[in-house]
């Protein structure tokens, strides 16, 4: 292990001194000292940088066509029962895929019960839902379609006759899934909504800092690294999105969470799905790439700033009450985070007819 470590850290002295001393870094910004360089050492071991489409889907085999199949289909509101909502209604891609709402309003205006989660990076989870419920995103693309407050589709055959009603469509997944037949179904579709998804990855600052460049943050955002670190935050959110993978009681040192949350609603999480005693007020803990962009907060939305929710999670989570100055910095270092949407995933495309 500690072979390991020195070799590690050799290896990221050796790039940051090349880098150093370019003419560019030497004019435009200072040598990492020992402090930093501790500090993106330690970062390095608990997170990892977004991988690159083909380094993510490389087990998916993936063609275009599926992709620009599946980009349609998320902007196609004859998915829905009324013909008024997409994926993209709730999954705003302009706004970081989500809606900045407490719920998504869904068939005839009803409300949701759930915060809509972003969905971008939300490939690389192990699982979908704020409940667990869907091991992926093709899984997770099947079950809105049908939810009745949702889009309120009556099942997926009623789906796949409504998709397979238009000439345009059929023609898409006869070349899109040649090899299985081109059939418009229920899994295709899913499969192609996934393809499309799988193209939302939004590199940010905070991975070129975990790359090597220790210019990539500011003192403040260097700082939240330290305090999110020292705080005990990474016991439940690190890796590649920061979180996502872990399944946690809310108000696991305080609660009840409800209380913290000035929720009326008691949501039992986990325990709507399994039953087990064990699981009851069991969620998925949040990602938290983008989550400066994805406010309100928690499964209900039913907090807008993200200090105060940084604020909350210390105390129901951690049995903390965090400073001013560590609540600040960890939100500094949460908005480096901020990544963009790829350019085409913007593009509303034509839509097959």
């Known amino acids: 292990m500690q072979t390991t470590s020195i070799l590690r850290y050799g290896a990221l002295l050796a790039v940051l001194a090349a880098a150093a001393c370019s003419p560019e870094n030497n004019t435009k910004s200072a040598k990492p000292n020992p402090e930093e360089i501790e500090l993106l050492t330690q970062a390095q071991g608990i997170f990892q940088p977004l991988p690159s489409f083909e380094e993510a889907n490389k087990e998916h085999h993936l063609n275009d066509d599926q992709v620009k199949l599946g980009q349609q289909l998320w902007y196609d509101t004859r998915l829905s029962l009324g013909n008024d909502i997409s994926c993209n209604t709730c999954h705003l891609l302009t706004t970081h895929g989500v809606d900045n709402k407490p719920t998504s309003p869904g068939h005839n205006g009803a409300p949701g019960v759930r915060n809509s989660p972003t969905v971008l990076n939300a490939f690389l989870l192990k699982t979908q839902f704020w409940d667990g419920r869907a091991p992926n995103i093709e899984e997770q693309a099947k079950h809105p379609i049908i939810n009745p407050i949702e889009m309120a589709m009556p099942n997926h055959e009623e789906v796949e006759r409504k998709i397979a009603a238009i000439p345009g469509y059929v023609k898409q997944f006869q070349s899109a899934?040649?090899?299985?037949?081109?059939?418009?179904?229920?899994?295709?579709?899913?499969?192609?909504?996934?393809?499309?998804?799988?193209?939302?990855?939004?590199?940010?600052?905070?991975?070129?800092?975990?790359?090597?460049?220790?210019?990539?943050?500011?003192?403040?955002?260097?700082?939240?690294?330290?305090?999110?670190?020292?705080?005990?935050?990474?016991?439940?959110?690190?890796?590649?999105?920061?979180?996502?993978?872990?399944?946690?009681?809310?108000?696991?040192?305080?609660?009840?969470?409800?209380?913290?949350?000035?929720?009326?609603?008691?949501?039992?999480?986990?325990?709507?799905?399994?039953?087990?005693?064990?699981?009851?007020?069991?969620?998925?803990?949040?990602?938290?790439?983008?989550?400066?962009?994805?406010?309100?907060?928690?499964?209900?939305?039913?907090?807008?700033?993200?200090?105060?929710?940084?604020?909350?999670?210390?105390?129901?989570?951690?049995?903390?009450?965090?400073?001013?100055?560590?609540?600040?910095?960890?939100?500094?270092?949460?908005?480096?985070?901020?990544?963009?949407?790829?350019?085409?995933?913007?593009?509303?495309?034509?839509?097959?007819?």
């Open 177 to 353: 899934y040649a090899q299985n037949g081109g059939k418009v179904s229920i899994n295709n579709i899913a499969h192609a909504l996934g393809a499309f998804q799988r193209t939302l990855l939004t590199p940010s600052r905070w991975d070129s800092y975990l790359k090597g460049d220790t210019n990539a943050l500011n003192e403040q955002e260097k700082r939240g690294i330290k305090s999110f670190i020292n705080n005990g935050c990474v016991a439940c959110h690190s890796g590649v999105t920061l979180g996502g993978d872990l399944f946690q009681k809310f108000g696991l040192v305080k609660g009840p969470y409800w209380d913290l949350i000035h929720s009326k609603n008691r949501d039992e999480g986990v325990f709507d799905i399994t039953k087990k005693e064990e699981d009851r007020f069991v969620f998925r803990v949040a990602g938290l790439r983008n989550v400066g962009k994805t406010a309100p907060y928690f499964h209900n939305g039913s907090i807008a700033d993200l200090g105060e929710a940084v604020s909350i999670m210390g105390e129901a989570q951690l049995g903390k009450t965090l400073s001013k100055q560590d609540v600040d910095d960890i939100v500094a270092f949460l908005h480096s985070t901020t990544g963009e949407v790829p350019k085409e995933a913007l593009q509303v495309p034509k839509l097959p007819e």
